[in-house]
């Protein structure tokens, strides 16, 4: 039977520079804590029940949620606020 | 956020997106970020059951979830944490072989490099031939393409890789300067998100009878050799070029679209239009060949609209008011109509496109604002004399592409 050396069909993919992780906090008692609703279906009523989950269980912990301009956009509003008074943030929800 | 201003963070991300994260995060430099899941799905969910939720266990790692976030926060990072170094990625081998042809194909569905259908073994032989069909050298490269701007890595590719595509899609070299054209736009064909989304590709100008696209009867379906396999080749190289489409990773369509195998291929019937083609409408002279690019949810047949309904006296005008209100604003609306609709619709006082895009414009907004703008809206002219059928969907214009130059 004949053989056939083929062309492997596929493009370039770039490379990858590591990036570092943000240090860890040793408590988050009295810190701010953005919670960040990514605007996907439902999420603003998780990221409530989110809120609502640290106000119960966790009260020392000032939680704020704050949503970009629209989701998929990169808001450099919304990172320079958390940038500018928060210690943490949590996204969610990713689906 | 974790680099660019220091802040620690967390992702809560539903389970099924499990396999996605990890390959995207470690090609975006950052295999340790941290991510909590939570089960899926979470739209319909009520309050309740979304705080029950956060109540439970990851459906990944079985620890409470909360527990899971605050851990994230807090843990000290380990040194492997802290690295940062460059990684160089390969697709793979230059060429695969020699081997039998029923075991190249298998081996091709195994890396998943093709649509599951048959394909054209590209032979240095084949690829020689199609590359033919350029003037271009064969390493220069074209664009580049993600599986989703913004969220994935963007790949890059030659004419050689596009004219691999191009050969296992069963295309003549004479339509890769078309080919080409749509790899330049960097749309890729399969988008990863969940909508299962559709593509489709408007081509004007001499090259459609150059190549004998079919733009009469069946003008959007499987009968041209062109018209098929142009399609078939945008969506192999998304998948190749752009590493679109692998199932779980970079493709996460709920249901899928039929449509992504060849995509919605539209060559214009410009003679029989009344009105400009849709490239001249874009800036392009009409001796020009170009692709434009339309992204969105898919086609179907206006009769499938409770406002598509026949009539003893057919007010066309109305009827794609009527249909465009109900779409979805966010890709706007496209139509496709015959000629003899096309006709029709300049009979009811619409001799200019600008005119006719504006009326429909101003009848789908006048109650409320739906559309943002009269580029919301697009009215294409393609297929056979026969009946007055025509097809709309939410289908937005993205680029047009000069096909003359890649000759």
């Known amino acids: ?60 912990i000032i939680t704020r949620i704050i949503t970009p301009r629209e989701s998929w956009v990169d808001d450099p509003d919304m990172r320079k606020r958390i940038e500018s008074d928060g210690d943490a943030a949590i996204f969610g929800v990713g689906l | 956020m974790e680099t660019e201003i220091g802040v620690p963070a967390v992702a809560l991300v539903t389970r099924p997106f499990k396999q996605l994260v990890d390959e995207n995060a470690a090609k975006k430099g950052m295999p340790n970020l941290r991510v909590t899941y939570v089960p899926s799905p979470v739209w319909g969910k009520t309050a309740e059951e979304l705080h029950g939720y956060l109540e439970g266990n990851s459906p990944v790692t ?78 220069e490269v074209v664009g580049k393409m993600s599986a989703t701007p913004g969220v994935f890595e963007e790949w890059s590719y030659t004419v050689r890789t596009v004219a691999v ?36 590709v408007v081509i004007n100008g001499p090259i459609r009878d150059e190549i004998g696209l079919n733009y009469e009867i069946g003008a959007m379906g499987p009968f041209s050799h062109a018209n098929a396999t142009i399609g078939r080749a945008w969506t192999l190289l998304s998948i190749n070029g752009g590493n679109a489409a692998k199932v779980g990773t970079t493709y996460m369509g709920v249901v899928g679209n039929p449509t992504n195998w060849t995509n919605i291929v539209i060559a214009e019937n410009e003679t029989a239009s009344p009105w400009s083609p849709f490239h001249v409408q874009k800036g392009f002279k009409p001796e020009e060949s170009v692709v434009s690019i339309l992204t969105g ?8 609209s409770v406002h598509g309904i026949w009539a003893k006296k057919m007010d066309f005008t109305s009827q794609l008011t009527n249909i465009f209100k109900t779409q979805d604003p966010m890709f706007g609306a496209t139509a496709v109509v015959s000629p003899v609709v096309a006709n029709y619709l300049k009979e009811e006082g619409h001799g200019s496109m600008d005119e006719l895009i504006n009326t429909i414009f101003e009848g789908v907004n006048a109650e409320q604002r739906h559309f943002m703008s009269p580029r919301s809206i697009n009215i294409l002219v393609t297929g056979g004399y026969n009946n007055l059928y025509y097809d709309y969907g939410g289908m937005f214009y993205e680029k047009s592409v000069s096909v003359d130059k890649w000759r």
């Open chain 1, 1 to 60: 039977m004949t053989k056939y050396t083929v062309h492997d069909p596929r493009g370039f993919p770039p490379s990858v520079t590591g990036k570092r992780l943000a240090p860890r906090l040793e408590s988050l008692d009295g810190r701010v804590l953005y919670l960040v609703d990514c605007l996907f279906d439902n999420s603003e009523v998780f990221m409530k029940q989110l809120q609502r989950w640290f106000a119960e269980h966790l009260p020392a």
């Open chain 2, 165 to 200: 595509n191009a050969v296992m899609a069963g295309a003549k070299p004479e339509y890769l300067p078309v080919i080409l054209a749509i790899a330049e736009a960097g749309t890729e064909s399969i988008s990863s998100s969940d909508n299962s989304f559709a593509r489709g």
């Open chain 2, 297 to 304: 949810w898919g086609m179907i047949s206006a009769k499938n």
């Open chain 2, 62 to 139: 079985g620890k409470p979830v909360m527990q899971e976030i605050i851990s994230h926060l807090t843990t000290p990072l380990s040194r492997e944490d802290r690295t940062t170094r460059t990684i160089e990625q390969s697709a793979g081998p230059a060429q695969y072989g020699p081997d039998t042809p029923e075991n190249l194909q298998q081996l091709f569905m195994d890396k998943r490099m093709t649509d599951y259908l048959p394909i054209v073994m590209p032979t240095e032989e084949r690829v020689a031939e199609m590359l033919n069909g350029t003037s271009h050298d064969p390493d």
